[in-house]
């Protein structure tokens, strides 16, 4: 009768607290628990990918380390969880993970009805096509009739449907989840062509084919993908810590303050590397965060420019191009912080 | 307690107001806790559904199936109906719905096939026979069927030339990594003629068999009508076919650009599927059957060697019928399995049901709609699967007479 009772209240209760127990807000949860636990790609070099060792390195996994470090202060306290492009949506939706670090393209219906908000771009690409050299293929316009391998639920299946429709040419899909097992029916054989975004192709080519020489990426980039971190709509303050994090470490490089030389430039007269930099207090707060939460990035991960370079400049051969700065030619605009 | 002491004063239980004298009777008190429980459980319920709609309207995500109407805009690599990427969302999942099916018939008749006759090697005379299936179901059952399907795909992918250098061992027939192609008849009216005539022989076979199986009642005379039967059928076909003008233009598949066009085409995730769920589920059908086998008693091979009946006979007309009753049961959660089993095709890039959800929820958002609707179809499958083997249970269960 005791373990009846109990059981009916117990029902009670958590019918009429249902609404407060799960309301609170992400960085809360996130204290708490001690660590941000981050949804990243399965494996792409570059971006995201587990090293010799087992430690994740890459452009999207060092995004992850600076929300760590200005939300923690430590740049560690991270926890990752490889997703497929299929899975990632239900795991932020469903509170795995606290923030979606995984090249995934702004669009409109993700923004709204997939409920998620998008915190900025941290890498602009498109998507482009990849084939055998041997078949001597120069554009993607001769690929009418072509076999092609892509990751089911990405932008890059509605892209490579609209791209064939558009140019009236007829495609056979083969959709496979894992992009290891999709990337090594290709490399096969099975597929003529193999379609992701163009920093993706350059990925694969350099660090999973036989030889890289063998293949090429034809020079059509079909779509716009802006890739950036995604959070679960209806938490403002989650939002602005992640969108103020990747701003700062772009701040931090317009700035050229660099992991090296911050603790020295904390002396700096320059108002804007101090409010950064937490020496005049104000953003950190702001954020409800530690005022040294801009520091904590830039010492323990470096600026953007740093993550670029060890990263996709020095694994995959791709330069700044689009990714630079605005100041030197490229779409990278960090907003103001003061 | 000793018989001296003086029985409790009865007064104590009078005086309780009535509801509690009605909740200490026994039969009361059973209603009140069913109605706590299934209390608690609506309870349960309500609170799960509406913290779900709470959560999915704060993150502003969409309910409902309206999204099942708009145009789904991915392109599946194969489709029993016509499909292209200007389609709905529903014609989508339709198209998941409708390779699941096929994949899980062609397999389930293949793994009954292949266990059936492995199952009977496992029993054989013959020690090598025996010692090889022995093998085969060891090895196959232990695996896991994700690995297989892998380990199928991969081998086909690899070991099989590119459509270019396709081999080519007969006639129209070439063999790729990209899949089987090999000509068919292209279409005419004579083949429906066919079909017309070879139902009207498998009427005509079915009749004699009904008169052979009679007449022997009645005689003892047996009389051959299975071949009988298969000739009169063969024949009745033959006749339709030379009648309706006996017509022989092929579709042959070609190279053209990438692929081989035309003709008629097994794809390789279909085949590393179909193989991967046909070995897997035939080892354990050919346990079954084995053990089926062995549950009939010795004295029935016995009797049966005894009355002279040769031993395809003994197995067929003696062993089987008997060996069925214990079979079917554990046969049909075989069946159940390859159907629920094939939703791994995800792995392998073959476009089923589920395959085709996760895209759609995935460009959707509607996770919990469209995994309603998945759970829902296999949900049915299974039922449909286990509501036909229990009818066909039923017909062949002993009947006590």
Redesign the interface.
Known sequence: MKA?KT??GG??V??TF??AA?AGPTVDAVKAKGFVQCGVNTSLPGFSAPDSQGQWEGLDVDLCRSIAAAVLGDASKTKFTPLT??QR??AL?SGEIDVLTRNTTWTL??D????LNFAGVNYYDGQGFMVAKNMGIKSATEL????VCVE??TTT??N???Y??ANNME????????AN??I??FF???C?VYTTDASGLASYRQTSAPNPDDYVILPEIISKEPLGPAV???DDEWLDIVAWSLTASLEAEEKGITSANVDSLKASSDPGVQRLLGVTAGMGEALGLDEAWAYNIIKQVGNYGESYERNVTKKLGLDRGINALWNKGGLMYPNPIR | MSRLTPPLPRSDANKRPWFLQLFYEEKTRAIIYQILVTGALILLGWYLVSNTLDNLARQNIATGYGFLSLEASFGISESMIAYSPADTYGRALMVGILNTIKVSIVGILLATLIGTLVGIARLSPNWLLRQFSGAYINTFRNVPLLLQLFFWYALINTSLPKPRQALNPFGDTFITNRGIYTAIPEYHVAYWWMLAAALLGMLGWWLLRRWAIRRQQATGQPFHHGIAGFCLTLLAVIAAYLLAGAPSAMDAPVLQGFNFKGGWNISTEFTALLLGLTIYTSTYIAEIVRSGIESVPKGQWEASNALGLRPGQILREIILPQALRVIIPPLTNQFLNLTKNSSLAVAVGYPDLVSISNTTMNQTGQAIEAIAIFMTIYLSLSLGISLFMNWYNNRMALVER
Request: proline share 4%; hydrophobic share 45%.
């Open positions: 009846l059981l009916v029902a009670l958590a019918a249902s609404g799960v492009a299929a949506f239900t939706q219906t993700r709204t009805k997939l409920g009418s009739g072509a076999t089911p639920g299946e509605l490579l449907a609209d064939f429709r495609f056979e899909p083969v959709v496979i989840e894992d097992e999709a090594q029916a096969a054989g099975r003529d679960r709509h209806g």
